[in-house]
């Protein structure tokens, strides 16, 4: 898109929200960068420089605008779209990698060079791995500086700096306001949250449909990891500092999202783990707009656009959770991974609610006796073995996983078949294409829409939906009476 002058030109002067977080606007003689919908009167065309990413626009030498806060718009959507080097990169950069395994680490979790690596991040996005953590570390350290009453100090290494200078300097740096100026603004007429509970609202391109996904993460939740409570989803989180607790609650423009975390290092993470289980950085417009050429799901899109995939905020746990829901109603699925969250998971306590346990680790349940588990033999072998496998690192479901390996690998495993397959890649691995033909729910919505039943007919017939196939998914599931199609009253 950025490479498109004319086209970020249009989109700017239209102040088009559309395409916030696809590209970034320079203007050369404020020296400010600015998300597309910056509600300021547009630059000059001759003074507009366009750039694929706020770490490059800052590298350039620009700050980020005060009135659109750029640094905090929805994140591209191609980094989830996408399967190549770059998009694995970025989730991974986003789930906290560099900060925690430096550039090399990266590189090693990708199976290339450090010199690929940032070869291929410059050419594509302008910055190098270093440049785009830090333009997360700095926004990370803005949150915590408004939403929080942390010290600076603690603020600085919270948010990932190896010093307070550095923090201050990059602050500094990139919003041109000290980091005391910047909570200082950030009060003014406001509360702030309760001690410990980081309040923020996490953005998304309109439109949006939340019945479905709400649903089904709430329908499906695990007792004890996951509960619904005063209108808000809340969910444990298991973090690579310590754990987190998340409350989410959508609104008109935004989620609301508060957060408790046992340490504040992972606050970038705990977001963006949230934003990728939400599938808030999706481009709904583009999605919709190829399945409304199928006119069987025309009406379905025209009645509620804008639905999104519910994914998860732990491959490991999803693939366990998977197999557990094999050939069983919602509700038996619930009672199985609540049995093993009791015998395996680890406790937690939550004072604004019921929740009491992090979801057991591979590396917790590799040793688990299958004897203990009250289904038949054949999905015993299937959950251990899976849970096997993962434990000793053979299969990767993290964000920077290559989706059609992972694919490979589990079809390899005794008693996987297409459907769990597919159900991993779509709500685990965060492939848009991913498609379960044989869903029972899917065949019943095809046979009532009149689509053709069968799986490999039904497939066949899908192709003219890629590669969002597991939209569509979301279109079909929402024509039955379930569930996971409703947000509690």
């Not at 072998?381 to 690192?393: I, K, M, N, S």
């Not at 939209?471 to 947000?487: C, M, R, S």
Request: proline letters at 7%; aromatic letters at 6%.
């Amino acid at each position: 898109m950025y490479e498109c002058r004319e086209r970020c030109i249009r989109a700017v002067q239209s102040k088009d929200a559309r395409f916030d977080g696809w590209f970034f606007t320079a203007v050369l003689t404020t020296k400010i960068y600015c998300r597309p919908s910056c509600p300021v009167v547009p630059p000059k065309v001759e003074n507009m420089r366009f750039y694929p990413s706020a770490a490059a626009a800052q590298q350039a030498g620009f700050r980020a605008c005060k009135r659109c806060r750029p640094d905090a718009s929805p994140g591209s959507p191609e980094w989830n779209d996408r399967a190549d080097l770059v998009a694995r990169a970025m989730r991974l950069i986003a789930d906290g990698v560099v900060d925690r395994d430096g550039v090399p680490g990266l590189a090693g979790q990708l199976g290339y060079s450090v010199r690929q690596v940032q070869r291929q991040l410059l050419a594509e996005l302008g910055a190098g791995p270093l440049a785009l953590a830090r333009a997360q570390r700095a926004q990370t350290a803005r949150l915590l500086i408004e939403t929080s009453n942390l010290q600076m100090a603690d603020v600085a290494f919270a948010a990932g700096f190896s010093s307070v200078r550095t923090f201050n300097e990059t602050v500094q740096e990139v919003f041109a306001l000290a980091p005391t100026e910047l909570r200082r603004r950030a009060r003014r007429g406001t509360a702030t949250a309760a001690p410990g509970t980081i309040s923020l609202r996490l953005p998304f391109r309109a439109p949006l449909t939340p019945d479905n996904l709400f649903g089904h993460l709430i329908a499906t939740g695990v007792p004890g990891v996951e509960e619904w409570r005063d209108g808000h989803y809340r969910r444990t989180l298991r973090l690579p500092h310590g754990h987190g607790v998340v409350a989410l609650r959508p609104m008109p423009d935004h989620i609301a999202c508060q957060l408790s975390l046992t340490d504040q290092r992972d606050l970038a993470i705990a977001i963006s783990r949230c934003r990728r289980m939400l599938d808030l950085d999706a481009d709904p417009v583009a999605v919709d707009d190829l399945l409304s050429e199928d006119p069987v799901l025309a009406p379905l899109i025209v009645k509620a656009p804008g639905r999104r995939v519910p994914h998860t905020v732990d491959g490991e746990e999803f693939a366990v959770r998977a197999v557990l829901g094999q050939q069983v109603s919602t509700a038996a699925a619930r009672t199985h991974a609540h049995r093993l969250v009791l015998q395996h998971g680890e406790p937690i306590e939550d004072a604004a609610g019921g929740l009491t346990h992090l979801f057991p680790t591979t590396q917790a349940l590799a040793g688990l006796d299958p004897e203990t588990l009250a289904f038949p033999k054949s999905r015993r072998t299937t959950l251990t073995t899976l849970v096997r496998t993962l434990a000793d690192g053979e299969i990767d479901l993290g964000a920077g996983a290559d989706w059609d390996r992972a694919r490979e690998q589990l079809a390899a495993l005794p008693g996987i078949g297409p459907w769990t397959v597919e159900s991993i890649a779509m709500r685990a691995l965060g492939d848009p294409d991913a498609f379960v033909a044989s869903d029972l729910g899917i065949r019943y919505a095809a046979r009532d829409l009149g689509l053709p039943e069968a799986p490999k007919l039904l497939t066949d017939h899908a192709r003219a939906w890629r590669p969002w196939r597991a939209y569509a998914v979301q279109y079909l599931w929402a024509t039955g009476d379930h569930a996971i199609n409703k947000i509690p009253e």
